[in-house]
């Protein structure tokens, strides 16, 4: 007697979860800054958004959250993507013994990164010195960045897409830039939170960079085996690909219609 395989449901794993969690709690954090800065409208304030005593509270809690999860990610961790590891030496597994012949990704790429968040920032930074926005939306789009951030990892990367072209977050180049990037807009507002939150982003990212040019054949998956798929138990890039399905089935079912409409008429 056959019995007929059953496929079983894809299991998320424990930096899938992860992720999704951070996802949920940033989001709620958002909303909840956003909820804050609509009411201090509402009701009119004149002082600043953060010398409103309620206001200033909250910008300690994101401080400590983002100070916190920003610190952690010198560190090497059981919870963490291996994409944000990899330049740690316990990280590396060779290919093999032989000399290997260490080939970066075009640089060019990474400018191109570079260029556009610039661009992006910089009429965020014109916007707030010409008063158009205020020091809340700031902190609004900062957080904002965090939520997208998990977007990228779990469901779609403009970045990895568009520019870099790499296979998926484990092999991407400017995985450890996340925190830099996030804190972007806070470098307008020249107060000791938001200043030092992009210091620490900032320090981050050297420190990436350095280990880089030192040791860029832990950041390769064709120099470091535990970067490659079969190595791979985190599975981020089952969330993206299962989109990308979901989606083309959408395409195809949307299409069929229009094409049964056609022939009625």
């Known amino acids: 007697m056959k019995y007929k395989k059953v496929r079983q449901p894809l299991k998320i794993s424990k930096v899938s979860a992860m992720h999704f969690g951070k ?47 920003t610190f952690l990610r ?20 060779p290919v093999s013994n032989e000399k290997m012949v260490v080939e970066k990704p075009a640089s060019w790429r990474t400018v191109l990164v570079i260029v556009s968040w610039v661009i992006l920032n910089s009429v965020f930074g014109v916007l707030y010195y010409t008063h158009v926005i205020d020091e809340g939306i700031l902190i609004l789009i900062s957080i904002l960045y965090s939520v997208c951030d998990m977007i990228c990892i779990l469901f779609f990367c403009p970045f990895q897409v568009w520019m870099l072209k790499n296979k998926c977050c484990t092999t991407c180049r400017i995985y450890n830039w996340d925190f830099i990037m996030m804190f972007t807009p806070l470098v307008f507002i020249f107060n000791p939170f938001t200043l030092s939150l992009f210091a620490l982003g900032a320090t981050l990212l050297i420190v990436w960079e350095i280990l880089y040019a030192k040791h860029p054949e832990r950041f390769l998956e064709s120099t470091n085996s535990s970067l490659q798929c079969p190595n791979c138990n985190e599975k981020l890039c089952a969330h993206k690909k299962n989109l990308q399905k979901f989606l083309q089935k959408m395409q195809q079912e949307i299409r069929a219609k229009q094409k049964l409409e056609s022939k009625k008429k």
């Open 23 to 69: 996802l949920v709690g940033r989001a709620l954090l958002f909303l909840g800054v956003l909820a804050l800065y609509i009411i201090y409208h509402v009701n009119g304030n004149e002082l600043p958004f953060l010398e409103i005593k309620l206001n200033y509270i909250v910008l300690v809690v994101i401080w400590g959250i983002y100070a916190l999860e």
């Open 74 to 93: 010198f560190f090497p961790s059981k919870f963490e993507s291996r994409g944000c590891q990899k330049q740690f030496a316990h990280q590396y597994k």
